[in-house]
C-alpha cells in the first residue's frame, strides 16, 4: 500500500478520463495487464477499492508517471474524477499477472470495447519496443461512434479499424465479426497473435475463432473485485482443466480443484486477471 501523487487527472471524452500518477522510487514497476486497486473516498463510503489496470508507463527525467484511463461510472469513479493535482491517492499493485509479450512476434492484434483499450495499449508499446517492425493492427469499437475515444492515440501505434452496435461509425457489428470480416477480405495477416480486452460475450467469440483458426491469444477479464488479494473469492472463473497454462510468468497460485480434479476455479485477483485465450470455459463463464 502505497501513496501516489498526483499529476494530471483530465476528462479526455464523455465520461472517460485519463489520470497520471507518480510511482515512488521504491515502487515496483507494473506489466501491461496488471492492475492496482484504489482507495476512491476520504471516507469508508465506498468502502471497497476499485480495480483499475496499468495504461501506460512514461519516463519523464528521473520520474516514472503510471497512466490509468477510467470511466466515470459510480460514485467511486465520480470522486476519483475530482482529485487534481498535486494531492496523493492510495493505491495497492501492481496486482496479478500481466500480457506476454514474445520478442518475435511478427503480427498482432488488438481487439477492444469501449474502456478494454485500456491495458491493451501498453501490450503494443511493449511489443513495439522488442520488435520495431512487428505489424500492429487495433480493432476498437462502442456502442455508437458516440463512444468511441482515443483513436489518435491508437492510430500512433498500429492501423486501426472500428465498429459500433449500429454502424453510426466503421463496421457494424462486434469485434469477432469484424475480425472475421477482415480475414475474408485480407485485409489481416493470417497468422498472428491476438490480446483482447472486453465484455464476456466478446471474449468467448474471439476464442472460438482462435481455437476454429488454430491463433494464439490472450484477453484480460474485466471482472468485479471486493479485496483484490485473493482473500474474497468474489472474482472466481471457471477454466478448462486440460488447458491450464503454468509458467514462471503465470504461477497460478489460487487454482481450486474440485475432488475428481475435473473441475477448477480461478481467482482473477491473483491468478489473472490476463489469461491464455483457450484457458477460460467460457461456456460456464458467460452468462
Sequence with gaps: MMEYQ???????????????LEIPPTAKLPLPGQFYTVRCGETKDPLLRRPFS???????????????LYRVVGKGTEWLSRCKAGEKI????????????????ANVILVARGIGIAPLYGVA?????RNQGAR??????ARTKERIFYEKECSKIGRTFFYTDD???GFQGSGPQLLMHLMERKKLPQRFCMYACGPSHMLRDLANISE???????????????C?????LSCACPLRANYIRRDKHWEKPSLQWSEDRRQVYSLICKDGPVYDIQEVNWNDWVV
Aim: proline share 2%.
Design 125 to 129: 508499446e511493449a511489443v513495439r519496443m
Design 90 to 105: 492510495n493505491a495497492i499493485g501492481p496486482l496479478g499477472n500481466g500480457f506476454i509479450c514474445q520478442e518475435d512476434i
Design 212 to 226: 476454429k483458426l488454430d491463433l494464439p491469444g490472450q484477453v484480460a477479464l474485466e471482472e468485479h473485485m471486493g
Design 6 to 20: 498526483v499529476i494530471e487527472n483530465i476528462n479526455i471524452s464523455l465520461s472517460y478520463h485519463k489520470l497520471s
Design 136 to 141: 500492429i493492427f487495433i480493432l476498437m469499437g
Design 228 to 232: 483484490g488479494l485473493g482473500a474474497c
Design 167 to 169: 454502424g453510426s461509425k
Design 54 to 68: 496499468m495504461h501506460r508507463l512514461i519516463k519523464r527525467g528521473e520520474a516514472v508517471h503510471l497512466e490509468i
